[in-house]
């Protein structure tokens, strides 16, 4: 099975980019892209903090928001390791896998 990340056309380079192709790509009951207050109510995370996500002002997300992140745009933690700082990686894998 493909990840979201072979989904997507092109090849997105940064986490922020990722974030927005996967949600436009999401379809809503109305047949249009996603919106992110639709990801909000999947998640509970703030708008403006997904808002920060998808225009790359957040980098290095803590793990309570990643986990809340992967949820709401319904990825698993391969999907977006690629994008992570490499220390956050090994960090944020423990806290998602257990």
Avoid at 21 to 45: D, M, S, Y
């Amino acid at each position: 099975m493909k990840n979201k990340r072979e989904l997507l056309e092109g090849d997105p380079t940064t986490l922020a980019d990722f974030l927005r192709a996967v949600r436009k790509q999401q379809k809503g009951g109305n047949g249009k892209p996603l919106t992110l207050t639709a990801i909000h109510n999947r998640c509970g995370l703030p708008i403006p903090i997904l808002s920060k996500l998808e225009a790359g002002q957040i980098l290095d997300p803590r793990s309570s928001t990643l986990k809340s992140m992967l949820h709401g745009y319904g990825l698993a933690f391969e999907d977006v390791a690629r994008y992570l700082p490499l220390r956050a990686n090994n960090k944020m894998q423990r806290v998602i896998v257990k």
